[in-house]
């Protein structure tokens, strides 16, 4: 059944605010944002002790429930509870927007459900200050966030995004940076890239150039900091070029490897492997049957 939900029509019921806090910079605390971080009941926030730093320095003295990763079935029930007894809350995160690479979906979530109000308020986000900065196409864009820690993950994640044409968006740790990089390189190949760090802050800094460019900075400069990643979208003529073996059989496939590419038939099955996203053992038993 649908529901309509006016935002600022209803008196007496309770209110989810979301509530973007700055990324590095305080000065990017909104006017509407302050007042509502003052006039709400309470503010549910990630880190209660990074927060209670922000409301500090505004002068703000609501009272703060924790909100995060391993209590949010249990707080957001509480929270729910308050909502349908009229009360506001205001969501925030350590930095950004909540929800995104953030707690708070499931928390918005339980709040429409139980029919209370959800206001979400516009602010500071990390993935669209990177972009709108990169050099690189903003018309359309594909915001991923962070990828799986594991080798194994992140080259299926990458591997399930390299056809898109759309501007990739990723966040990524200082040490992990090298690694994702050279993922990004194998599965995605050579493509402009820009990488945000420390966006916002006195540090900020933008590394552009192309991906092995980015990869040979990153290991002769001290990384630090947050790091947005900015990555071109894939080519209409990389696509042609990744489909040009579909209308050969897996036999034929692995023939062109041994033939045209002087490979070795182990060799030729692994990338045939690669190539069609299959298992290895699969291609091989094809092969020999």
Not at 53 to 62: A, P, S
Not at 176 to 194: F, I, N, P
Request: glycine share 4%; proline share 3%.
């Amino acid at each position: 059944m649908v529901w309509q939900q006016k935002s600022f029509a209803e008196e007496g019921i309770g209110t989810l605010y979301i509530v973007p806090t700055p990324i590095g910079n305080l000065e990017d605390m909104t006017l509407r944002a302050l007042r509502v971080l003052k006039e709400v009941d309470w503010i549910a926030a990630e880190d209660t002790r990074q927060t209670k730093k922000l409301l500090t320095h505004f002068e703000i003295v609501t009272p703060v429930i924790s909100y995060h990763e391993h209590n949010k079935y249990a707080s957001g029930k509480k929270i729910v509870e308050w909502l349908q007894e009229g009360k506001k809350v205001a969501l925030v995160s350590d930095a950004g927007m909540p929800a995104i690479s953030d707690p708070g979906y499931e928390l918005v979530a339980a709040a429409i459900e139980a029919k209370c109000t959800v206001v979400p308020l516009p602010g500071a986000n990390a993935a669209v200050t990177a972009l709108v900065a990169s050099g690189l196409a903003t018309e359309h864009f594909y915001f991923f966030g962070f990828l799986d820690r594991t080798k194994k993950e992140k080259k299926k994640q990458l591997e399930a995004l390299k056809h898109l044409r759309d501007t990739l968006i990723f966040y990524e740790a200082p040490h992990r940076l090298e690694d994702t990089l050279l993922a990004m390189h194998e599965v995605l190949g050579e493509r402009k890239v820009a990488l945000c760090r420390e966006l916002t802050k006195r540090f900020e800094e933008f590394i552009r150039g192309t991906m092995s460019e980015v990869i040979d900075w990153a290991r002769e400069e001290e990384v630090r900091g947050e790091f947005c990643i900015v990555v071109e979208g894939a080519k209409e003529c990389e696509e042609a070029q990744d489909e040009w073996w579909q209308p050969l059989s897996i036999v034929e496939h692995v023939d062109y490897y041994v033939k045209e590419k002087n490979m070795n038939t182990k060799e030729a099955i692994k990338q045939v492997a690669v190539d069609r996203n299959a298992p290895k053992r699969e291609i091989y038993q094809a092969y020999h049957q």
